[in-house]
């Protein structure tokens, strides 16, 4: 995968299984703990935009050495001190752009949570579709502690977590590990270390073996009612599941089901 540039992105690693289903991105800056800079949020962009042209259902975001996310790099981040305010307009957008287009991004993106999800890396893991932890995982938005607010990774969190617990976080800064961010919604899974490749395979194996129609449809219509009344929704997801039902992917399905056979989804 490249960057914007053309170039080689040496911060993010990516690659796809053989039959294209499946694309893994791994964060590739462990000495920075996985810190955001531009090369890593271009590149996810990019990866992003890659599943939406080609076969992928799932997409999986993973730091290497251990560490999921410490956030964004503070290091940019000092670039724009004493630039003025379009300038840490700029400097902060990439995130906030990414996290959008991750949730209109048709295929299912995968958080595989290891080691430290902190701040900026927290937004990024909770605007994922499903987050799977190990048990020693660690969370936290400990830029509160240099003076900033996490003001746009709290937009996935905090619809993700339970109010009252997570706004505590969100001022405290305070770590907190894998048990206690189950227990608030953050997480889907938390599985112990030395079982957490083959849960995450397994994971990604039956996702990704769903009716890609099924998968873009169905997480479009997820988010959109999200923030919709009660009744709005119903009748919104009264009109998707027609549409759904309306797929060649649908009736594959349903065939497949009364012969007892496993059904090939044509992606229409």
């Known amino acids: 995968m490249t960057a914007q540039n053309g170039d080689v992105n040496a911060d993010l690693d990516v690659s796809e299984s053989e039959d294209g289903l499946v694309i893994r991105a791994h964060i590739d800056r462990p000495e920075e703990r996985n810190a955001l800079n531009e090369a890593v949020i271009d590149g996810l962009s ?75 890396g927290m937004g990024l893991a909770a605007a994922c579709d499903v987050i799977v932890a190990t048990e020693d995982a660690t969370f936290g938005t400990p830029e509160v502690d240099v003076g900033l ?32 961010a189950h227990e608030i919604g953050f997480t889907s899974d938390v599985v112990a270390p030395d079982s957490f490749e083959s849960e995450l395979d397994d994971l990604v194996a039956d996702l990704a073996s769903s009716s890609p129609v099924m998968i873009a449809m169905g997480k479009q219509a997820y988010y959109t009612q999200r923030d919709m009344g009660f009744g709005e ?36």
């Not at 990019?46 to 999921?68: C, E, M, N, Q, Y």
């Not at 929704?233 to 039902?245: G, T």
């Open 233 to 268: 929704a119903l009748s919104y997801m009264r009109e998707m599941i027609a549409l759904i039902a309306m797929s060649e992917d649908t009736e594959e399905g349903i065939n497949a089901f009364l012969m007892d056979e496993q059904p090939e989804w044509g992606g229409r």
């Open 46 to 120: 990019d990866v992003l935009a890659a599943a939406d042209d080609g076969p992928a259902r799932v997409v999986v975001i993973r730091g290497a050495g251990g560490t999921f996310c410490s956030g964004g790099d503070l290091e940019s981040m000092a670039a724009s001190i004493g630039q003025g305010a379009q300038a840490y307009r700029e400097g902060f957008s990439g995130l906030s752009e990414l996290m959008e287009r991750m949730v209109e991004t048709s295929a299912l993106l995968v958080a595989a949570v290891e080691g430290y999800c902190l701040a900026g």
């Open 149 to 180: 607010f996490p003001a746009q990774a709290l937009v996935p969190i905090m619809r993700t977590v339970t109010e009252k617990r997570g706004l505590k976080y969100l001022f405290t800064g305070e770590h907190f590990g894998a048990t206690e």
